[in-house]
């Protein structure tokens, strides 16, 4: 590959949440002496970033003034380029993208467009634990209808169960997480269209939380939730970020794309109250030098890596951990897994098993978080050597102990 994803990082001391932040708060503890860490947890990458990305920040912070700024039209379009590359997406103009300190800020500014405090919005479970405090934290009452496993494994949105909350609970919002996590489906053109005919249905207006749809594992395809249909495009608002991509959470910027002008308007209006939703010169800069011929280069060979890792954890559990349960993502680069098998068969809480991750090194997530009652979220996103050794320790000192 013409790209590293092989290299194992050292990000102690570099303000990394995923390594330097174990211990404290709700994060994995502390491994055991003698274990480093793995870092599985937090939904960064441990790979280093496409090298346009520095190179581009370098070049601007050698000039020596960082004051007030408008976005350039590189920056527009980048963006633009961007998706007709990646996503088809035909018309975009400049005027239809926004811009969002993060995903979340804007999915709050649009739902303070659809939305009253204390309005029910409508979700799928399990669900993003963003979302879960974005929403409650905000005032409004999340109303979870389950995704359930068809015949194949595959996660599936149940389209009777949403229909009749929509119908029974006087539902005007929803947040549709695509591609999704946890879960990591990667949603048919086919199933977006029934969801938004139900969303039109009962005049339900809808927030596109599309942040992961660069991320999609091989064989699969990111449909934009706005292109299903002339309704989807008028009703959506959708949120992108480069930070997922190319792991630039550090560097916040987000942006939204907005075809209605009623609801362009006051989603900026709405973004704007704060007079802090504002964008960093040096995040402007590396956009543009993420959304470069490199950077699609780069993203295509991730896909790859990310492709072999899932498909490496995924046969090792088939094989080595008998009693753990998982669909397998199709998108995204975690992987959610049910231990409700092997915790009933061993006598064992997911707390303790959890716990004897964490001994080992092996950093993962507490899945109750995002609704899952006996699950744990796995980080794939590191160099295969990396994942090998923590599905070798989960072997011998967890599920095989």
């Known amino acids: 590959m013409k790209y590293d994803f092989t290299s194992i990082m050292d990000r102690r001391g570099k303000d990394s949440i995923a390594v330097d932040g174990l211990g404290k708060g709700p994060s994995p503890d502390l491994p055991k002496e003698g274990f480093d860490v793995i870092p599985m947890w937090v939904a960064d990458m441990n790979f280093p970033t496409v090298p346009t990305i520095p190179e581009a920040i370098i070049e601007r912070a050698k000039h020596p003034a960082f004051g007030y700024f408008d976005p350039t039209d590189a920056y527009f379009d980048s963006i633009i380029k961007w998706q007709e590359k990646r996503n088809g ?15 979340l800020g804007g999915v709050i500014s649009a ?82 269209e ?85 964008m960093n010169v040096l995040s402007m800069h590396a956009l543009i030098g993420a959304y470069r011929a490199e950077g699609y280069e780069w993203v295509d060979e991730l896909r790859q890596v990310l492709t072999g890792n899932v498909d490496y954890a995924c046969g090792y559990i088939r094989e080595h951990f008998e009693g753990v349960d998982f669909s397998q993502p199709e998108g995204t680069y975690m992987l959610f897994i049910d231990c409700t098998g092997w915790c009933k068969k061993h006598g064992k809480t997911i707390d303790e098993l959890e716990k ?22 796995m980080n ?22």
């Open 111 to 192: 739902l303070n467009v659809f939305c009253s405090k204390g309005d029910k919005v409508l979700l799928h479970a399990p669900t993003y634990i963003g979302f879960t405090k974005a929403l409650s934290n905000n005032g409004y009452d999340m109303v979870l209808s389950p995704l359930v496993r068809d015949e194949n494994g595959i996660w599936r949105m149940d389209f009777d169960d949403m229909e009749k909350r929509l119908k029974s609970e006087n539902i005007h919002a929803a947040i549709f997480c695509s591609p999704h996590n946890p879960c990591g489906r990667v949603w048919e053109k086919w199933e977006i």
């Open 89 to 103: 997406v035909k018309g975009l103009t400049q005027e239809c993208i926004g811009y969002e300190n993060g995903v």
């Open 356 to 377: 004897a991750g964490w001994d080992a090194g092996v950093a993962w997530q507490d899945g109750r978080m995002f609704h899952g009652p006996c699950h744990i979220r």
């Open 194 to 278: 029934k969801a938004m005919e139900l969303y039109k249905k009962y005049d339900v207006y809808v927030v596109s939380d599309e942040i992961w749809s660069d991320l999609v594992l091989s064989g699969h395809k990111h449909i934009p939730t706005q292109s299903v249909s002339k309704d989807a495009r008028m009703r959506t608002v959708a949120m992108y970020a480069p930070s997922k991509t190319f792991n630039l959470a550090g560097l916040v910027g987000s942006y939204h794309i907005i075809y209605n002008k009623w609801i362009r308007d006051r989603v900026a209006k709405e973004s704007s109250l704060a007079h802090y939703n504002e």
């Open 380 to 401: 794939l996103a590191l160099p295969l050597s990396r994942v090998k050794e923590a599905f070798d320790r989960l072997d011998k000192y967890v599920f095989n102990a």
